[in-house]
């Protein structure tokens, strides 16, 4: 948590009415929109002009969210996004931890002249922030945010829309609370949210029951079609090229989730999907135990994110990526073969 001088300021910061833009990274999942939303509602009940701009358009089963029609996807809206910024007293960074993650929004928030305040459970934040809340050992950015309001707001009743959405970022980044990032404090914070109205079945059922046929036939495909085993390396990996994502109608979203099927084979303990998208080769680790995807994403692929789930980007052609990935795995070897 920030300390007791951080956290005096910023609610001194917020006792009169600001301006305030929350920003989050680019390709916004659950956790992202779910902290940007969730702390949208709380500004909001306390009389603050706010909004949520968003590098691009969030996934389509997202829409349902409390507050997506008041977001704005910067990339669609630059002009907007540029004036709101640098009119900003206050810009929240949520869920990411480096402005290159904001893509075109970066040079806009860091000139910008209002306060900057970071809150991010991403490994090795940048310090660029006036205010840097970070715990790499929390579940969600939504978790964090929960506790921030909690902070600076001890007798506050958060609404049900807030509670929606925070509700939504901690379900998914725990992958429905069970990646050991979830604690008994993650529970407690839920245990509130369901209290405050957050309906958990309704929200599993928006997230998870509304595949359309065509993400059924592309995880199908993936699964019985793409799915590479290197069994040496316990490893596997899928990989599609825009063609194949085109040929099912490929929607924002649909890949979602596919990298942890190639994870849940008994004997991988590391798992990596290569999706060709905007001329470049969008990639997705996840790992079980030791194997530290944060670091060889880092390290390879331009990228990071968290112990056991991070991503990166490939500038090269797909078959040269995945080339390089492979020829990089027998240096990890021994690392790759441990469970714990
Ligand atoms: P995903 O594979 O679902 O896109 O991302 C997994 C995790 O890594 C998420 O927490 C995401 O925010 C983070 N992540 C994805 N791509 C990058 C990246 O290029 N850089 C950093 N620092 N984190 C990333
Ligand atoms: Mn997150």
């Not at 993650?101 to 000139?111: F, K, P, V, W």
């Not at 990935?325 to 073969?337: D, R, S, T």
Request: hydrophobic share 35%; with cysteine; proline share 2%.
């Amino acid at each position: 948590m920030l300390n007791r001088e951080e956290i005096e300021k910023i609610k001194d910061l917020l006792s009169e009415k600001k301006k305030i833009v929350i920003t989050t990274h680019y390709n916004p999942d659950g956790d992202a929109m779910g902290s940007s939303l969730g702390l949208y509602h709380y500004l909001k009940s306390k009389k603050h002009n706010v909004c949520v701009i968003t590098p691009n358009i969030w996934p389509s089963f997202l829409d349902w969210m409390p507050g997506t029609d008041h977001c704005l996807a910067g990339d669609n809206h630059l002009k907007k996004a540029a004036r709101l910024l640098e009119e900003a007293d206050i810009i929240f960074s949520l869920d990411y931890n480096a402005l290159k993650r904001t893509n075109e929004l970066a040079d806009l928030i860091g000139s910008a002249k209002g306060t900057k305040i970071m809150i991010d459970h991403h490994i090795q934040p940048d310090g660029y922030a006036d205010y840097t809340y970070s715990d790499i050992a929390a579940s969600s950015t939504c978790e964090m945010i929960y506790e921030f309001i909690k902070v600076l707001d001890e007798k506050v009743s958060i609404s049900k829309e807030c509670a929606e959405c925070l509700y939504t970022g901690i379900m998914t980044d725990t992958g429905s609370f069970k990646y050991s990032s979830t604690t008994s404090k993650t529970h407690l914070a839920v245990a509130d949210l369901i209290e405050q109205g957050a309906k958990n079945t309704y929200i599993h059922h928006k997230l998870f029951d509304t595949n359309t046929y065509e993400r059924m036939r592309l995880l199908g495909f993936c699964l019985s079609e793409k799915l590479t085993l290197l069994n040496e390396y316990h490893t596997a990996f899928i990989a599609l090229t825009s063609a194949e994502l085109e040929s099912f109608n490929y929607k924002k979203g649909d890949t979602e989730g596919i990298v942890n099927y190639a994870l849940s084979i008994g004997e991988i303990n590391f798992s990596a999907i290569f999706i060709e998208r905007d001329n470049e080769i969008k990639i997705s680790f996840r790992s079980k135990g030791s194997f530290d995807v944060n670091s060889f994403a880092r390290n390879h692929f331009e990228g990071g994110g968290h112990h056991n789930a991070a991503g990166g980007k490939g500038a090269e052609t797909m078959d040269e990526t995945i080339m390089r990935f492979i020829q990089l795995l027998p240096q990890y070897k021994q690392a790759l073969a441990l469970h714990e």
